[in-house]
């Protein structure tokens, strides 16, 4: 019994612990909210009044103020590599687009500079696409032995515009932008003489715009009008072409006329050209038997 009541005696010494402690926690805790709630009424109240101070110190009530402090932020130094960074970084996309021109003004440039003006151009009518990839160069080194240096950029160069003229190209869609070529070409003095073919000739009308060749050439076989025909020369074989021409294939030069650009320049070009299809058809003519 005695043991009962000593069990009882322990517990309830417990139980009066454990509610003191929840005391001193409650009481604990009940100051602490306190004190946090005057902080916050306090810190409240002093915004207020560093408001009021800030309004002053705007309208120039007061010069300067006890609570207020301007605050400046620290000047850093930076490095050059960071000033660099920095500078880049805030201007990339202006910076990518002047690249971007900066890269094409001196495409542009370079191209102008590296790229060879031709002394000399031919215009190549024949509509046979093999025949245009096979012969030109054949045809633009063997020309450049006619001519000089005639721009005096220290190169000789003839170039052949492949400009194919015939029924067949017509009756195609796509020989629009052929046909523009073409007129355009006819338009301006740039190029005179010509290699073609009949098949082109509604195109170009040989009797309107190319020379007569019989006041000069007269006394070679392959002379007909306005054509130095080419089927039955050498040219084939000094293209190293496996077969002679069509008898059709001939070579002309057209007449100096006022064209776009204006009558003196092309006969500028026909001085140049005219020399060069005389070297021409002294090399591969024929003379006849008197």
């Known amino acids: 019994m005695e043991e009962k009541q000593k069990e009882k005696n322990t517990l309830e010494v417990i139980r009066e612990m454990e509610e003191q402690e929840k005391l001193r926690n409650q009481k604990l805790l009940e100051e602490t909210q306190q004190k946090e709630e005057q902080e916050r009424i306090a810190h409240e109240e002093q915004l207020k009044e560093d408001k009021k101070e800030l309004l002053k110190l705007k309208q120039g009530v007061i010069e300067s103020s006890e609570t207020i ?15 660099i960074s920095n500078f880049i970084y805030h201007n990339k996309w202006w910076m990518g687009f002047v690249a971007f021109f900066l890269i094409m003004f001196g495409y542009l440039t370079w191209q102008v500079v590296t790229t060879v003006k031709p002394d000399m151009i031919i215009l190549l009518l024949v509509h046979d696409d093999f025949f245009n990839a096979a012969c030109s160069s054949g045809i633009e080194e063997m020309f450049e032995q006619y001519i000089e240096d005639v721009n005096q950029d220290g190169e ?6 492949y400009i194919p003229a015939s029924q067949e190209t017509a009756e195609n869609d796509g020989y629009t932008g052929d046909q523009t070529k073409l007129f355009a070409e006819f338009q301006i003095g740039e190029a005179v003489l010509v290699i073609s ?11 309107n715009n190319l020379e007569d060749l019989e006041p000069y050439f007269s006394q070679y076989q392959e002379t007909e009008g306005v054509r130095f025909r080419l089927g039955d020369t050498d040219f084939a074989e000094k293209l190293e072409w496996d077969e002679p021409f069509d008898e059709d294939i001939y070579i002309g030069i057209r007449k100096v006329k006022q064209t776009m650009d204006s009558e003196q320049k092309m006969q500028e070009v026909y001085d140049i050209s005219f020399p060069a299809l005389q070297k021409f058809v002294q090399e591969f003519g024929h003379l006849k038997e008197n």
């Open 69 to 83: 402090y301007e605050q400046h932020e620290p000047e850093k130094n930076y490095t050059l590599g960071e000033k």
């Open 156 to 161: 000789v160069a003839v170039d052949v515009y």
């Open 197 to 207: 073919d009949d098949g082109a000739d509604e195109f170009i009308v040989p009797d």
